[in-house]
């Protein structure tokens, strides 16, 4: 919870699959161990990037990836001792989403990410009574889901009182949105919450490490920054987002922020924009991610569990364009380097 609470760098897991679209262990195991080699201070599985699919009949992968990432995430911690997290997404009604947490905690999970996808049934304070319930399990961390993916917009006072919910540890702002993101900082801040803010915002990665909050209440001044990140566009280029999750704190914390940043900051969302699909309203997301990684030699394919679920047209050229344009953000020499270690 220290390491969570100061700020970690947390890939979203993608889900490897053989040509059949059966789940690969071995290749999911690869996948953990480049994540930490790279330097992640752990991983976010069942999560978004590792399909939703997976809880459903007839894949029923929900505890074997979970559990095959848990044990390499403690094999490789053996051999290189550092502390690492593990999170693991739980999404549904109450009931599934208690028994995703317990199936979590069982497998050595260290705190859940809550989705509110697929719920617009519930209310706002069905929504809150949900995370009070799953927060008895596991430390949570709330989630602000952009709508375009399944999410809604919520009113500043349900954040006031998700930050106040004991054990919500962390929340994941993946609004999308400037004012929307702003809403979660101001609920942190006002509140006193101890509850981290953490970037969901793969369009505004580097605009949100960079970024202190700072708001005038009842005579006093009070400030929240983005202390880390879990995010898609972090499972890709990874050791190279790495050394630039570490630097942007640095400045941050520097108070000197070269404007070079912005540059980059513009580049990297350019960047996301080819690999989450944008031009296409996000259909190819996933696979956008896959293609990446099959590029580098860390994944077979870029087969889903959902036959339809693919590169959008033009995407892949889209994808070679921002390779093309910004060959400083890849890691394709460290990928390199790792396949040819022990380790890959």
């Not at 949570?140 to 006031?160: M, N």
Request: a negative charge; proline letters at 5%.
């Amino acid at each position: 919870m220290a390491l969570l609470c100061s700020g970690a760098f947390l890939p979203a897991m993608p889900l490897v699959l053989n040509e059949r679209r059966q789940f690969d262990p071995q290749g999911q195991r690869r996948l953990v161990r480049y994540y930490l080699s790279a330097g992640a201070d752990g991983i976010a599985a069942a999560v978004h990037t590792t399909q939703f699919e997976i809880r459903q009949s007839p894949h029923n992968l929900l505890e074997p990836v979970l559990r095959t990432v848990s044990q390499e995430m403690d094999a490789w911690a053996s051999r290189h001792p550092r502390p690492l997290l593990k999170i693991a997404g739980a999404c549904g009604p109450t009931q599934q989403a208690l028994a995703e947490a317990r199936l979590a905690k069982s497998l050595g999970y260290d705190a859940v990410l809550l989705s509110p996808g697929g719920l617009a049934d519930l209310t706002p304070e069905d929504l809150l009574a949900r995370t009070r319930a799953v927060a008895e399990v596991l430390p949570v961390i709330g989630f602000y889901l952009q709508p375009a993916v399944g999410g809604r917009v919520f009113r500043y006072d349900y954040w006031e009182q998700l930050v106040q919910i004991p054990n919500v540890v962390a929340v994941k702002c993946a609004a999308f949105d400037r004012y929307l993101t702003g809403d979660v900082a101001r609920a942190i801040a006002l509140t006193g919450s101890s509850a981290a803010l953490y970037t969901g915002n793969d369009d505004h990665i580097i605009g949100d490490l960079l970024t202190v909050y700072q708001f005038e209440h009842n005579g006093q001044t009070r400030t929240v920054r983005t202390v880390g990140g879990l995010l898609g566009h972090w499972a890709v280029w990874t050791h190279t987002a790495v050394d630039l999750f570490h630097r942007a704190r640095d400045a941050a914390r520097s108070g000197v922020i070269d404007a070079q940043w912005m540059t980059l900051a513009a580049q990297i969302t350019d960047a996301n924009s080819a690999f989450f699909d944008t031009q296409n309203g996000f259909r190819g997301c996933i696979a956008g991610i896959h293609e990446v990684l099959r590029r580098q030699g860390l994944m077979p394919g870029i087969w889903c569990l959902d036959p339809q679920e693919t590169l959008s047209p033009g995407q892949a050229e889209q994808i070679d364009r921002v390779y093309t344009m910004y060959p400083h953000l890849c890691d394709d020499d460290f990928v390199r380097e790792f396949l040819a270690s022990p380790e890959g």
